[in-house]
């Protein structure tokens, strides 16, 4: 898979959302912190404290990262202002990530072998991410 280097924005979700990729995508968490863990972190409820700062999970030779927005700096309407783009190296690979992404989610455009070259779909996850999945050179 080529590199991406993408952080999504949550609302007090990022620690569900980041298990749920992990299972998708495989790997190990390369970062790991929550809002108390912040060097002089500030006074702040204790479910504040437990919200995500940041989180880094390898995909390919890059990494999606993560964080829960602070309560204090509003909320964010989750996948309504991006689209992750994943080139992908095979069809399989294409398929299995594009199916475990599906899971709890809406495909909107399903995979095909598309115009421009490419085995290519598009899918919202169960967390309101929308992700478009393309192999160019695919064989079916």
């Given at each position: 898979?080529?590199?991406?280097?993408?952080?999504?924005?949550?609302?007090?979700?990022?620690?569900?959302?980041?298990?749920?990729?992990?299972?998708?995508?495989?790997?190990?968490?390369?970062?790991?912190?929550?809002?108390?863990?912040?060097?002089?972190?500030?006074?702040?409820?204790?479910?504040?404290?437990?919200k995500i700062l940041h989180v880094a999970l390898p995909v390919g030779s890059s990494a999606l990262m993560g964080m829960d927005m602070p309560t204090f700096?509003?909320?964010?309407?989750?996948?309504?202002?991006?689209?992750?783009?994943?080139?992908?190296?095979?069809?399989?690979?294409?398929?299995?990530?594009?199916?475990?992404?599906?899971?709890?989610?809406?495909?909107?455009?399903?995979?095909?072998?598309?115009?421009?070259?490419?085995?290519?779909?598009?899918?919202?996850?169960?967390?309101?991410?929308?992700?478009?999945?393309?192999?160019?050179?695919?064989?079916?």
């Amino acid at each position: 898979m080529k590199a991406i280097n993408i952080t999504l924005i949550f609302n007090g979700k990022t620690e569900a959302a980041f298990n749920f990729y992990k299972s998708v995508f495989g790997g190990e968490f390369i970062n790991f912190q929550r809002m108390k863990d912040m060097p002089n972190a500030p006074a702040m409820p204790e479910e504040e404290a437990e919200k995500i700062l940041h989180v880094a999970l390898p995909v390919g030779s890059s990494a999606l990262m993560g964080m829960d927005m602070p309560t204090f700096r509003g909320a964010v309407t989750e996948g309504k202002n991006f689209m992750v783009t994943l080139d992908t190296g095979s069809d399989e690979e294409t398929e299995k990530v594009f199916n475990g992404l599906s899971e709890g989610g809406t495909v909107t455009m399903p995979l095909g072998h598309q115009f421009w070259g490419a085995y290519f779909g598009m899918v919202t996850d169960q967390f309101g991410i929308q992700w478009m999945l393309s192999y160019v050179g695919g064989s079916k």
